[in-house]
């Protein structure tokens, strides 16, 4: 009888044994899996880009932001009001800052910060000739600079290069001065439906949030169908 019941516990420490080796067996198969899965990955993303986490991330939110638009714009609101609505007091000082950030120039102030801007962009595209300079230099030794008793007047001559650098410059500031100015072209073509050139202004801006109200109306008045 003790023979049997000792026979049994062996058989059962056995078969518990084998239960538990057979665990650790199928662990250490799946940790291997895994391992040689991460290996894998990980020099998957060796071969990617520095910024491709940062750019799939971009990429998601740009496409949540693209449904979230067209599911507000199929349900008949206005995207850019709803999106304000949920803005915080933080959201709109970060746009605040980010605005002026993006545009510090604060328009016209008076005439010498004017002049100002204007002198630190066109001397920003200065590009000096130095082997010129020096060279100027060698030759005119300590009258290279000047003082108020100097008398080197009328001695440099500027080189062509110069001179056709200077001249493309100024021709690129008439251009973009002729760009900027609030002269407006008159169309001779358009239709004369103003008494004045105040009254020219009043039209173009009833035109601009009602035209396309009233178009059918004024083109039956044009024709003479007009009920």
């Known amino acids: 009888?003790?023979?049997?019941?000792?026979?049994?516990?062996?058989?059962?420490?056995?078969?518990?044994?084998?239960?538990?080796?057979?665990?650790?067996?199928?662990?250490?198969?799946?940790?291997?899996?895994?391992?040689?899965?991460?290996?894998?990955?990980?020099?998957?993303?060796?071969?990617?880009?520095?910024?491709?986490?940062?750019?799939?991330?971009?990429?998601?939110?740009?496409?949540?932001?693209?449904?979230?638009?067209?599911e507000i714009t199929d349900s008949g609101l206005d995207h850019e009001r709803v999106e304000q609505l949920e803005w915080t007091a933080e959201d709109c000082d970060k746009w605040e800052k980010k605005r002026k950030k993006k545009n510090p120039d604060v328009g016209f102030d008076n005439y010498e910060q004017c002049t100002y801007r204007s002198y630190t962009k066109l001397t920003a595209q200065i590009k000096p000739d130095m082997e010129a300079c020096n060279k100027q230099k060698e030759e005119l030794g300590e009258d290279y600079y000047a003082t108020s008793g100097s008398m080197i007047h009328g001695t440099h001559k500027p080189s062509e290069k110069a001179v056709n650098r200077m001249v493309e410059d100024l021709e690129q500031q008439y251009s973009k001065r002729g760009k900027f100015s609030r002269r407006r072209a008159f169309d001779i073509d358009a239709d004369i439906d103003y008494i004045n050139e105040r009254n020219r202004s009043f039209n173009k801006k009833i035109e601009r949030y009602y035209g396309k109200y009233t178009a059918e109306i004024k083109q039956n008045l044009e024709r003479g169908t007009a009920v």
């Open 1 to 70: 009888m003790d023979k049997e019941k000792s026979s049994n516990d062996a058989d059962s420490k056995r078969t518990e044994r084998l239960a538990r080796l057979k665990e650790l067996h199928l662990r250490r198969n799946e940790a291997r899996k895994l391992n040689h899965a991460e290996v894998i990955e990980e020099d998957h993303r060796k071969d990617l880009p520095t910024n491709y986490e940062r750019r799939v991330e971009r990429v998601k939110k740009q496409e949540e932001q693209t449904k979230r638009r067209r």
